[in-house]
C-alpha cells in the first residue's frame, strides 16, 4: 500500500512541475493575444473538457503532467494553417493570432516563460524552506583529533579547539582550512585558536610530505553548523541565490558528462532516468516534507535546465530556431523546423527509454541508483 502511495505522490509531484511549466506558457501566449487551443491536464486521450471562451481546459486519460496548445504552434508545418488562403483558418484574425505569426520576440517570451516558471518555482520553495525550517550553515572549524609525531603533535594544539582564522584570514569551513594549508606547506602559518572562552594564536608548518593517511598537519578536522532561519524579507534573496548557485552547478556538471562522453570516451556515470527519479523521490517522501520540499525544488531547476538546451522538441530548440530566424532575417521553412523537432523528439524518447532501461538493469545487478 505504501508502494501505492508513493506512486501516486509521484505522479502529482511530476504534473506539478509540468504544469508550472506548461502555466508559463500559457501566460504569456495569452498576454500577448497568441490564440490557446487547449490547456491539458495529463495527456490524451483527453477524458473530458470544458470550453471556456475560446480554450478547451482538459482532463486526460494519462497523469503524467499537462500540456499547452497554441494555435499554430505546429499546424505551419503541416499545413494545417495557410498564410494565403485564410479561408483554412478561422478567420484572418486567428491567423494574426497564430504563434508562428506573431513577432519574434513575443515567440521568444511565450517559450521562456515555461522555465522562467520553473526555476520561479524553485526559488519559491527554497524561499519557504529557508524561512520556515532554516538552513545549515557552517559555524566553525573544530579539531578533533591530534595524530602522534606530527606538527600539530608538538604544537599547543588540542582536541576540542575551534579554529577562527588562519594568517589573519577568518575561516568558517574545513575546505578553507585545507586549501590554506595546502598552499603553504613547508611554511609557516599561525592559526587563531578558541579554546573555550580563551583566544590565542598557535604557529604551525604543514609538512609536504606526508603519510598518506595523514594531513600535512596531522590534525582531524570537523565541520561546525547552525541552522539559521531568515526573515520574510531575507528568504527570497536567499533562495534566488541557492536557486542560481544550483542551476550553476547543474550546468557545470551536465557539461562534465558531456565532454567526458563526446570527447574522453567516459561512461555518463550519475545519470538517471525516470525509475532514479522516481526511487530518489520515495526515499524524500518517506523522510518527510523537507527533504521532498527540496527534491521537488531541485527537479524544477533540473527540468528548467533541460528544456533550455538547445535540443530540437524542447524549449531551448524551439529558441534556436528563432534566434536563427532573427539573425538571418528571414522564417526558417516551417516544414524543415517541424521535422526537426520531430526527430529531436523521437531522439529524445529513444534516450530516456535507453536510460530507464540502463537503471532497471542497474536495480537487477544490485546497485543503487542514487549513486554511481
Not at 524561499?127 to 608538538?154: E, H, M, R
Not at 599561525?190 to 610530505?209: A, C, E, M, Y
Amino acid at each position: 500500500m505504501e508502494f501505492v502511495i508513493h506512486i501516486l505522490e509521484f505522479l502529482v509531484m511530476l504534473s506539478i512541475l509540468v504544469l508550472f511549466h506548461e502555466f508559463g506558457h500559457f501566460f504569456v501566449a495569452k498576454k500577448f493575444g497568441i490564440k490557446v487551443e487547449e490547456f491539458g491536464f495529463g495527456f490524451p486521450p483527453r477524458l473530458f473538457g470544458i470550453k471556456k471562451g475560446e480554450t478547451i481546459y482538459s482532463i486526460n486519460a494519462f497523469p503524467f503532467g499537462g500540456f499547452v496548445k497554441l494555435y499554430g504552434e505546429d499546424e505551419a508545418g503541416s499545413g494545417k494553417v495557410d498564410f494565403k488562403n485564410s479561408k483554412k483558418a478561422s478567420n484572418i484574425t486567428d491567423i494574426k493570432r497564430a504563434f508562428f505569426a506573431r513577432p519574434a520576440w513575443q515567440r521568444v517570451l511565450v517559450t521562456v516563460a515555461g522555465v522562467v516558471m520553473n526555476f520561479l518555482l524553485a526559488v519559491i520553495i527554497i524561499s519557504y524552506l529557508f524561512a520556515v525550517f532554516g538552513s545549515i550553515a557552517p559555524k566553525d572549524v573544530k579539531i578533533d583529533g591530534i595524530q602522534k609525531d606530527t606538527p600539530a603533535a608538538s604544537s599547543d594544539i588540542k582536541p576540542g579547539d575551534i579554529v577562527i582564522a588562519v594568517n589573519g584570514k577568518n575561516i568558517q569551513t574545513t575546505q578553507q582550512f585545507i586549501d590554506i594549508a595546502n598552499d603553504n606547506l613547508d611554511k609557516k602559518i599561525t592559526l587563531k585558536i578558541k579554546r573555550q572562552d580563551r583566544l590565542f594564536n598557535v604557529p604551525i608548518v604543514p609538512r609536504k610530505n606526508h603519510p598518506k593517511n595523514q594531513g600535512p598537519m596531522g590534525v582531524v578536522i570537523t565541520q561546525e553548523v547552525e541552522v539559521k532561519k531568515y526573515a520574510w524579507y531575507e528568504a527570497p534573496i536567499k533562495g534566488l541565490t541557492e536557486a542560481v548557485s544550483f542551476s550553476y552547478l547543474m550546468v557545470k556538471e551536465m557539461g562534465r558528462i558531456l565532454i567526458g562522453f563526446l570527447f574522453l570516451g567516459a561512461k555518463p556515470e550519475g545519470v538517471g532516468g525516470p525509475v532514479a527519479v522516481a526511487q530518489i523521490s520515495f526515499q524524500a517522501f518517506s523522510a518527510g516534507i523537507y527533504p521532498t520540499l527540496w527534491l521537488i525544488a531541485i527537479l524544477s531547476l533540473n527540468l528548467a535546465i533541460v528544456n533550455i538546451l538547445p535540443i530540437p522538441a524542447l524549449d531551448g530548440g524551439r529558441l534556436f530556431f528563432v534566434a536563427v530566424e532573427m539573425v538571418l532575417g528571414k522564417k526558417i521553412n516551417p516544414r524543415h523546423e517541424s521535422l526537426a523537432h520531430t526527430v529531436g523528439l523521437a531522439l529524445l524518447f529513444g534516450l530516456i527509454i535507453l536510460i530507464t532501461i540502463n537503471d532497471i538493469l542497474r536495480i537487477l545487478a544490485g546497485k543503487s541508483l542514487v549513486s554511481p
